[in-house]
């Protein structure tokens, strides 16, 4: 995935930075539980929530069934009408194929050195604007928050509000600071009221939007039956990409396919309401091809493996590739509300990130087999998600891959999860106690020993488990184990009859 996060640690290490930030989790807490209240209340307006939420799952699932058909009828469909379809099977391909096309429609002027982007999560995931910047290309965000993280020279930490770690004062002071560089005098006088932020915003891109050949997009939705994409913003930028710019590159993650346009009745109303808590969005774009006098005049669709394939191979996980990047899963999340999004080292942060990062790449890292375990299995992420991914079930599965170990999974030159180290002293635990249960008279020795003996227990575990018991109390053993207390209550007979 994204370059940006090589050499992250692993969660625990980098939560543990993030919950000592009190400013953060101020920001955090105040964004969340905003945009988690009215999602509640706009998704409490339907009465038919739950049809439409199993709708949204029945669709995806059985797309995902027959994604090889439905893959062939988007790449005939787009060709027939006008587009160029483009195959990538990991982010250095979808990369270099979109640098070329960028390259292809340079005009000979400092234009063909400039992209301008809507949001989009697949472009971050193959860190396409690192690529870019690396052939003398730059891609100019333009949603709000993108582009503040953009100045800032930050990371996003929320799939929707990529800047939700940053309070309208910091959001200031980076626009006084850093508009200035990008060809505008700074707004001495800027205050952080939400309008006059939005507005310097709209002025400092404005030029981009006239001048830029190429826009560059990803796609909420691709009909498989018409070749049309979907874009759905609530800011506008998103339309000035898709219309203004000659040529339109958009990139998208193979899972993104819905069989037939009907089918976008159900996820353009629960999408909205899942994730900024609207009955519509203020833009739905589509479009379809190329148009005679209308739009760009060329149009490129670069269809996005990057790990996909492998994910879809595995029964329980495969889910995970159900997600319509609503983020509802991490505004009730009580462990992203504390540690934020940076903590989890992907562009995909929070309880979907839990699950979907350490599927989608193979980098064996430290930060992979971490991330199936940063959460609490309290299942609001379930709860919420509008296509109901069973996130808790997918984390434990990860949890079990991590911890059975053995030699990591090899996909050509992809090694998905490997075990996480110092798990082999719980593996050699749960081995002798699957010996013991399968011999009940030595468990039953065993039980009466520690009995016998329990007032010599230590309070704390020694070695490896010191750091476990340190902050929990150790259970203690019982006068009497349960077996000889049944058989002494119960005329005799043995606990386990
Ligand atoms: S997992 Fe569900 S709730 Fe989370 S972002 Fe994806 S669709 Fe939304």
């Not at 498989?224 to 874009?231: H, I, P, R, S």
């Not at 990409?241 to 353009?268: A, H, M, N």
């Not at 509802?328 to 540690?339: G, K």
């Not at 170990?405 to 992809?414: K, T």
Request: proline residues 6%.
């Amino acid at each position: 995935m994204s370059g940006t996060y090589l050499g992250m640690p692993a969660f625990p290490e980098a939560a543990r930075k993030a919950v000592g930030d009190s400013t953060l989790r101020g920001n955090l807490r105040h964004a969340t539980h905003t945009i988690r209240d009215k999602r509640a209340r706009a998704v409490a307006e339907l009465d038919d929530w739950a049809a439409l939420r199993e709708a949204g799952k029945q669709i995806k699932d059985h797309t995902l069934r027959h994604l090889d058909r439905y893959l062939v009828q988007v790449e005939e469909a787009v060709t027939a009408a006008g587009g160029t379809v483009h195959w990538a099977a990991d982010a250095d391909e979808a990369n270099e194929i979109v640098a070329r096309l960028v390259e292809e429609a340079g005009g000979g002027d400092s234009a063909e050195h400039e992209v301008v982007k809507v949001k989009s999560m697949a472009t971050q995931e193959i860190a396409l604007n690192e690529a870019l910047e690396a052939r003398g290309v730059h891609a100019y965000e333009t949603d709000l928050a993108e582009l503040i993280v953009q100045l800032g020279r930050d990371r996003p930490s929320h799939i929707l509000v990529p800047a939700i770690h940053r309070n309208r004062g910091e959001i200031r002071d980076i626009f006084r600071s850093e508009m200035s560089e990008w060809g505008r005098p700074a707004p001495e006088n800027l205050t952080d009221t939400p309008a006059e932020l939005a507005e310097a915003a709209r002025l400092h891109l404005r030029e981009k939007f006239l001048r830029a050949r190429v826009g560059i997009s990803g796609a909420n939705f691709v009909v498989a039956e018409t070749g049309t994409l979907v874009v759905v913003e609530s800011e506008g930028n998103g339309r000035m990409c898709l219309t203004l710019p000659e040529t339109l590159i958009s990139v998208v993650g193979i899972e993104k396919i819905v069989p037939r346009w009907q089918d976008l009745e159900v996820f353009l109303q629960t999408l909205p309401r899942s994730s900024t808590a609207e009955r519509m969005n203020p833009y739905t774009s589509m479009w379809t091809g190329t148009t005679d006098e209308d739009g760009p005049r060329t149009f490129h669709l670069v269809l996005l493996d990057n790990g996909r394939t492998d994910t879809l191979a595995d029964e329980v996980g495969r889910q995970a590739l159900r997600c319509i990047r609503c983020s509802a899963c991490l505004n009730v999340c009580p462990v992203y509300e504390r540690a934020g999004g940076h903590a989890y080292g992907s562009v995909y942060p929070g309880p979907i990130g839990a699950i979907l990062s350490p599927q989608l790449r193979g980098t064996g890292s430290d930060v992979d087999a971490s991330l199936p375990y940063a959460s609490s299995l309290c299942g609001a992420c379930y709860e919420v998600c509008p296509v109901a991914i069973d996130i808790p079930e997918v984390l434990v599965h990860l949890r079990e891959r991590v911890v059975q170990g053995g030699p990591a999974v090899r996909h050509g030159n992809r090694v998905v999860l490997r075990p996480a180290k110092g798990h082999a002293a719980e593996r050699a635990a749960m081995r002798a106690a699957q010996w013991a249960f399968t011999h009940p008279g030595v468990l039953r020795t065993g039980q009466r020993l520690a009995s016998r003996t329990r007032r010599l227990h230590p309070r704390t575990l020694p070695g490896p488990g010191r750091a476990w018991s340190g902050s929990r109390d150790l259970p203690p053993v019982p006068a009497e184990p349960f077996r000889d207390w049944w058989q002494r209550t119960h005329g005799g007979k043995d606990g386990s009859e």
